[in-house]
């Protein structure tokens, strides 16, 4: 079985900037590619960006430029980084597990998720 815990989460002012951090144990961390997922309120849960095996990385358009996902597999920890925050950022950010593929990412394990707050 696969545990993810997320921190890092918090309130922060627009522009600011926050990094979340997700540990990971129980697998071969690196031979996962994982993902951070966001749900705001009423809203369904979104692809932030992943990260293969590979450090190859991926964003969704509306993070681009702002957002960075690394990993450390000496750790087993997977980060994201972010910056220039935005209101519309607001939302729990949940960690995953998963296999990438073909057809794209494909979440497996879920972290219990950490909230981000961007308010004046």
């Known amino acids: 079985q696969v545990q993810l815990v997320e921190s890092g989460g918090g309130l922060v002012q627009p522009g600011g900037s926050l990094r979340l951090s997700c540990a990971v144990s129980?697998?071969?961390?690196?031979?996962?590619?994982m993902a951070w997922y966001r749900q705001a309120p009423g809203k369904q849960r979104d692809l932030v960006a992943y990260?293969?095996?590979?450090?190859?990385?991926n964003y969704a358009d509306s993070v681009k430029g702002r957002f960075t996902i690394y990993r450390d597999n000496a750790k087993n920890m997977v980060y994201l980084q972010m910056n220039s925050l935005k209101p519309e950022d607001t939302a729990v950010y949940y960690c995953?597990?998963?296999?990438?593929?073909?057809?794209?990412?494909?979440?497996?394990?879920w972290g219990q998720g950490t909230q981000v707050t961007v308010s004046s």
């Open positions: 990260i293969r095996s590979s450090g190859i990385t």
């Open positions: 129980g697998s071969i961390f690196s031979s996962y590619a």
């Open positions: 995953n597990a998963g296999q990438y593929g073909s057809s794209g990412y494909r979440p497996n394990y």
